[in-house]
């Protein structure tokens, strides 16, 4: 039942980002690839893995009694009670609220309050995960933004930090 859920969840997906990327060139000059060629990679992998997996658990399930039993109901007020789908869950959500914060808060302070709430959902000590999230902040900003010189989102209210 699970490998269903993941296998439709990852065929979403896929084609979630397939959709996004769509309007983006593939290659752009001299055969280089374009800002969709890894998205657009990334996404088929999630579409094959996806259809295998729903192929496989299609195939299992219709070999027990448990494949009558998806339909119902109780299933789902079962499977919504599982530990692991409420992990899955609450993942989901954090990464949702993490994606619309960056524009107000900014790329490096909504990441570092992100990977700090994921870590101390999940069961790391809140110093633990403070020292790790900002350690990662500043690898972050050492390598994206002062040697590579990428751009990141900075908040509306203007940078936090100094360029």
């Given at each position: 039942?699970?490998d269903?859920i993941?296998?439709?969840?990852?065929?979403?997906?896929?084609l979630?980002?397939?959709?996004?990327?769509?309007?983006?060139?593939?290659?752009?000059?001299?055969?280089?690839?374009?800002?969709s060629?890894?998205?657009?990679?990334?996404?088929?992998?999630?579409?094959?893995?996806g259809?295998?997996?729903?192929?496989?658990?299609?195939?299992?399930?219709?070999?027990?009694?448990?494949?009558?039993?998806?339909?119902k109901?109780?299933?789902?007020?079962?499977?919504?009670?599982?530990?692991?789908?409420?992990?899955?869950?609450k993942?989901?959500?954090?990464?949702?609220?993490?994606?619309?914060?960056?524009?107000?808060?900014?790329f490096?302070?909504?990441?570092l309050?992100?990977?700090?709430?994921?870590?101390?959902?999940?069961?790391?000590?809140?110093?633990?995960?403070?020292?790790?999230?900002?350690?990662?902040?500043?690898?972050?900003?050492?390598?994206?933004?002062?040697?590579?010189?990428?751009?990141?989102p900075?908040?509306?209210l203007?940078?936090?930090?100094?360029?």
């Amino acid at each position: 039942m699970k490998d269903f859920i993941v296998g439709i969840t990852a065929l979403i997906i896929g084609l979630f980002f397939t959709l996004l990327s769509k309007d983006m060139p593939l290659l752009i000059t001299r055969g280089y690839p374009g800002p969709s060629f890894f998205p657009s990679i990334l996404s088929i992998i999630s579409i094959i893995c996806g259809v295998i997996l729903i192929l496989k658990s299609i195939k299992r399930l219709k070999s027990s009694k448990e494949f009558t039993s998806i339909l119902k109901v109780d299933t789902f007020i079962r499977m919504f009670k599982d530990k692991e789908v409420l992990n899955a869950i609450k993942f989901i959500v954090m990464t949702v609220i993490y994606i619309a914060l960056i524009p107000y808060l900014g790329f490096l302070l909504t990441s570092l309050i992100y990977m700090l709430l994921v870590q101390v959902v999940y069961g790391v000590s809140t110093f633990k995960a403070l020292g790790i999230s900002s350690a990662m902040i500043f690898f972050i900003y050492i390598l994206f933004i002062g040697i590579l010189k990428v751009v990141v989102p900075e908040p509306i209210l203007g940078s936090i930090v100094f360029r």
